[in-house]
């Protein structure tokens, strides 16, 4: 059954089907590459709390979670380069190898930030995991991540946890956002 495509979105770039055959694939490369590891997954709050639901149940090996929450957007749609940490990981990550899992990178700062933090902290290994990577004319992301699901426009992208404003989130698929919606903010 074709899920119903949101008025505010302009295009559906991932359906369903599409979104669980990335995260089996993701879920599967961490699978082979900690099967002898007990590895600490690290949600970033709010967006990433659908993948890594979706992701933690394609992972075959050990793990455990924890969640951070770190703010540079604020209320807008660009991200205003502060970045705060909101909640911090309640696990101590020292000698543990920590995956980062977020849901979309686009410059990158802030998950380049989020990974000096932790690697402050002496864990035995820092790797990303993104679901989506933004492919943005001109600029290299601060940050490879070592998993990534797959890449989209350097437009508004949202559905599967990534919203605007606190909406779309739901939405069961990955869509862009029409520019009329966020630009008459």
Known sequence: MAT????????????????????????????????????????????????????????????????????????????????????DLDTKI?????IIVEDILDSGLTLSYLVRLLESRNPASVEVAAFLVKDVADNTPAITPRYVGAHVPDEFIVGYGLDFAERYRNLPYIGILRPEVYKKK
Not at 43 to 56: I, K, P, Q
């Open 4 to 87: 119903e495509m949101h008025p505010d979105v302009s295009e559906i770039l991932f359906s369903e089907e599409d979104i669980q055959g990335i995260v089996r694939r993701m879920g599967a490369q961490i699978s082979a590459d900690y099967a002898d590891k007990n590895p600490l997954v690290v949600a970033v709050l709010r967006g990433a709390v659908v993948f890594t639901a979706d992701l933690m149940r394609a992972i075959t090996c050990p793990m455990a979670i924890d969640f951070m929450a770190v703010s540079s957007y604020g209320e807008g749609f660009k991200s205003s380069g502060v970045v705060r940490i909101v909640k």
């Open 94 to 98: 020292e000698g543990r190898d920590v």
